[in-house]
């Protein structure tokens, strides 16, 4: 969804692996999305989806030997995933701001709350000493902390869990970035403090006009936050859509599995689903669609060849029961008892009890 002037972050094709010594392991395959400006991003999926580091490759901050193998990031039309470190770090900061799930990694628990919020805004923007004070401030009564005056000589470790992370997303947009990217922000937190930070997170954003990259395995929260969103399984984006289209008609059986996992708060009586099998290691990506192993829906060519992302509805999905062909290949499947088991068994990938479609 850019807007006329160009997308605000363009992610083209982008490839990040580990060289091990059994090989290379490949995390995030070929994806490629954009953000507009102002606009909240959502990027879903379990634990080894390739997420966090997708959002870690545009602040660059992949840990070695961790690389971008290929594919481009430009921010504003500007190459980021070729600057030396040292540039990207002034970028980091001032242009992209960052959101971890543990707010102690982002706060040094050395120094007051003050002390690291004026060296970012002095350091970004280039004002005087109280100056920055009375930004500090401001941006500490903006995200909620009572008594901001007060509070900002005091550590870290004086505040509580939700006011740490209020503090780490005043620290984020002290710079004024244009971007933010907030990896799980409110995982490590209380239910009830994990709504509080959302909308907060929702209403700072839309006041400062600051585009998000929001990264959580929590489709509620992506519910709650985002324009649009992206859903990962090993290492690619296998839908990509508007939330309300994703969510009231997901078109990929993954994504069907996620919302199945959500409680519906005007049915109680509906029963929660689950995904049968977990993400596979990356060391053991099956051949053709990685998810057939757990997908209800399977037939041969899903064992074979690897979708790419075509239209699905009014979304973008990664599965060739949108591709018209193929759909009628799996139709006459259907009549030949035992084809999917024969597919899987040729390329050596069993699949798991799979739920009723
Ligand atoms: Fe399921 Fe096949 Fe679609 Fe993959 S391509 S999600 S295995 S139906």
């Given at each position: 969804m850019a807007d006329a002037a160009g997308p605000l972050l363009a992610v083209e094709n982008l490839r990040v692996e580990f060289p091990t010594r059994r090989g290379t392991l490949v995390a995030v395959h070929d994806i490629s999305f954009e953000i507009a400006p102002g606009e909240v991003l959502g990027v879903v999926g379990e634990s080894g989806a390739g997420k966090s580091l997708t959002g870690a490759a545009i602040i660059g901050l992949i840990d070695p030997p961790g690389r971008i193998a290929a594919g481009r990031i430009l921010l504003a039309g500007r190459r980021l995933d070729s600057l030396p470190y040292e540039t990207m770090r002034r970028i980091r900061g001032r242009e992209i701001g960052a959101i971890f799930q543990d707010p102690l990694t982002s706060?040094?628990?050395?120094?007051?709350i003050g002390r690291q919020l004026i060296e970012t805004i002095r350091t970004h923007l280039h004002t005087s000493e109280s100056q920055a004070r009375a930004a500090a401030i401001a941006l500490l009564e903006e995200v909620g902390i009572p008594a901001a005056a007060r509070r900002?000589?005091?550590?870290?470790?004086?505040?509580?869990g939700g006011m740490r992370q209020r503090v780490v997303i005043a620290l984020a947009l002290a710079a004024k970035p244009k971007l933010i990217v907030a990896?799980?922000?409110?995982?490590?937190?209380d239910v009830s403090i994990q709504a509080q930070i959302i909308q907060l997170l929702k209403r700072l954003c839309r006041d400062h006009d600051t585009a998000v990259m929001l990264v959580t395995h929590d489709m509620g929260v992506i519910a709650e936050t985002a324009d649009r969103v992206a859903v990962m399984y090993a290492g690619r984006i296998v839908e990509i859509g508007l939330v309300a289209d994703v969510i009231n008609r997901p078109q990929h059986p993954y994504t069907v599995g996620l919302m199945g996992s959500i409680p519906k708060i005007r049915d109680e009586r509906a029963r929660l689903t689950q995904i049968d099998g977990s993400m596979p290691r990356l060391t053991a990506i099956?051949?053709?669609?990685?998810?057939h192993p757990r997908c209800p829906h399977a037939f041969g060519r899903c064992t074979r060849q690897r979708p790419e992302l075509m239209d699905a509805g009014a979304s973008r999905a990664a599965?060739?029961?949108?591709d018209p062909a193929a759909r009628r290949e799996a139709m006459s499947e259907q009549t030949q008892p035992g084809g999917l088991d024969r597919a899987r068994s040729e390329t050596g990938t069993p699949g798991v009890a799979g739920r009723a479609p």
């Open positions: 706060l040094n628990p050395l120094y007051t900002i000589d005091h550590y870290p470790h004086q505040f509580s990896d799980e922000p409110t995982t490590a937190l099956p051949v053709g669609c990685a998810f599965c060739w029961l949108h």
